[in-house]
């Protein structure tokens, strides 16, 4: 296939250059720093315009930019960042592949779980209402109608929301290790909101199949079937590191010290991946016991005791 992919140097995008490498899978990544993108990303070529592509006949964009969010708190000048990683640039992504002869037939683009908000709770699944309450729905909620203007074009779009993703390198686990190793670790407030996560290989073969099955269109969860709470997450990576975890963040705290941000760690999702289950999609990695016993091993290499 030949495949244009943005956000390739994050933690999804180079997991997928990995996974495609193999294959033999023609891949561009257009990047801010495409001279980077040859050693981040395997098999890769970096351009860092659109317009270096124009009438070169793609099968698929996978679209999953986005400056981190949850790395500092949402002021006015942060959110405007974010906001243009994703909003923005999906739009001009969608604009350049309208003036293309010939476009792609399927732009699958990401989201996250943030879209439903913070759902107590409730169950979720892809037929539920989008939170509107936070700045990360509001996010979410725009970001998938901008990647949706592709239907326009003739192009079956497909929307990932992601749940925070535990890799062996990056993402949630890079930041949670260093304390709970230290035996440092505790629940997040009461503890008692839910929290859907993903594994990494889950995520990257997930990706793969929406792209490979034609019928797959329109918003999916990529999230284990095993939702969990904070304490039980807390409780069952503590316990896979051999470490207690005693010391909780207070929700004040954490509200003092990120403000809106902190809905992403004090409100959660029951949700499930209705869709993706339903059309045919197996995980690899459903239960979090066994996921974390996966890459913890593999973590233990790259991230200091």
Known sequence: ????????????GQALCRHWQPPGHELWVWSREPHKVQHLCSGARGIANLQELDGTP?????????????????????????????????????????????PPRVLLSGSAVGWYGDGGDAWLDESSPPGTADFGSQLCIAWEQEAERARLLGVRVALVRTAPVLAPRGGMLAKLLPPFKLGLGGRLGNGQQWMPWIHIDDE???????????????PFNACSPETVRNITFTQTLARSLHRPALLPVPAWALRLALGEMSVLLLGGQRLQPQRAQAAGFTFRHPQLSEALSQLLPRAANTTSP
């Open 1 to 12: 296939m030949r495949i244009l992919l943005t956000g390739g140097t994050g933690l999804i």
């Open 58 to 102: 793609l099968d698929a964009v996978v679209n999953l930019a986005g400056a981190p969010i949850a790395d500092r708190p949402w002021t006015a000048s942060r959110r405007q960042v974010l906001w243009r990683s994703r909003v923005d640039l999906t739009r001009t992504l969608v604009d350049w592949m309208e003036q293309q002869p010939s």
């Open 204 to 218: 990257v073969n997930l990706i793969e199949y929406l792209l490979h099955h034609d019928e797959c269109s329109g």
